[in-house]
């Protein structure tokens, strides 16, 4: 009997011993735990700040300056002795382009509190004599308050494009900024534009194949009173052709006629940033 107990205990004993080197292991995975939950209350306040910053820059997108719109006389108010927008310049055969009323074909209606007498029912009949009137003190759906508040005159581009040729269309002859990338690689812009499509495709690119973007007249026609907002990006390549401009693509042979207002391009980000 002294014998078994002798035994039990020296077992017991064993067993002890035994479970002390688990003590290290099990501390080791409380620490773990704590650390855990440590890392996941960081994170909780990271998302959080991550929010709060999103917020800040949604609001600062809202308060900034505009790009500066790389298009020279985009309002197209100062006009060569010929009638053609001044630095803007026709390529190939067939291509006339002239400057009318912003009122035309009813881009905006004239803001005013009652219908004048002068006004028409038709947005197609629209012109600077005869305007389109959208309301009381409504401009329409574009710029439904010009010219309250603005400082600034505008007027629209009407395209016409007949002919066989296959590079035709009207390029800007100066911009604001240089395209140059010293890499020579593309650097991505943006572009944005209303255009009315009465008949053809319309086409937007660097040089002269106006194959980038494309506003057929089907798009136009489901747009708010046929103005279609072109808003894209444009893939330019610093060592090729300053000109970009608007024309009919490369290959299509329809008549293209059209109005454009408000062209607008800017650099998504800065040059130097593309080239690294």
């Known amino acids: 009997m002294k ?27 409380n620490s773990l735990q704590s650390e855990n939950d440590a890392l996941k209350t960081r994170l909780a ?7 709060k910053l999103e917020e800040r820059i949604n609001k600062l997108e809202q308060e900034v300056p505009s790009p500066l719109n790389i298009f020279h006389n985009s309002q197209f108010l100062s006009l060569n002795s010929d009638g053609y927008p001044a630095d803007w310049y026709s390529y190939g ?22 219908k004048p007498a002068n006004a ?20 329409g759906p574009r710029l439904g308050r010009y010219p309250w508040g603005c400082n ?42 209303y255009v009315k499509i009465i008949q053809g495709t319309f086409g937007i690119s660097q040089d002269v194949t106006f194959t980038s973007i494309r506003v057929t ?18 893939s330019l390549a610093g060592n090729g052709s300053g000109a ?3 024309g009919r693509p490369q290959g299509d042979k ?7 207002a408000l062209p607008y391009l800017y650099a998504q980000k800065a040059l130097w940033m593309d080239d690294n």
Not at 4 to 16: A, N, R, S, Y
Not at 105 to 111: A, L, Q, T
Not at 170 to 180: A, G, P, V
């Open 45 to 51: 306040a990271l998302e959080e700040y991550q929010k």
């Open 152 to 193: 600034t005159d505008f007027r629209i581009l009407h395209l016409k494009i007949t002919g066989d040729s296959d590079y035709a269309g009207l390029l800007s002859d100066k911009t604001r900024q240089s395209l140059m990338s010293w890499s020579g690689i593309y650097s991505t812009y943006r572009v944005r534009c």
């Open 120 to 139: 028409v029912d038709r947005i197609e009949l629209a012109s600077e004599k005869t305007p389109y009137w959208y309301g009381v003190y409504h401009a």
């Open 3 to 29: 014998l078994f107990t002798i035994l039990f205990v020296i077992l017991l004993v064993m067993l002890l011993n035994a479970q002390e080197p688990t003590k290290p292991i099990l501390e080791r995975l």
């Open 217 to 234: 007249k089907t798009m136009s026609e489901k747009a708010p009173q046929g103005w279609y907002l072109v808003d894209a990006n444009l």
């Open 93 to 114: 055969s067939g291509v006339t382009a002239r400057v009318v009323h912003p009122y035309t074909h009813g881009f905006i209606g004239p803001y005013l509190e009652s």
């Open 244 to 246: 970009i401009g608007f």
């Open 254 to 260: 329809e008549t293209l006629e059209c109005y454009i």
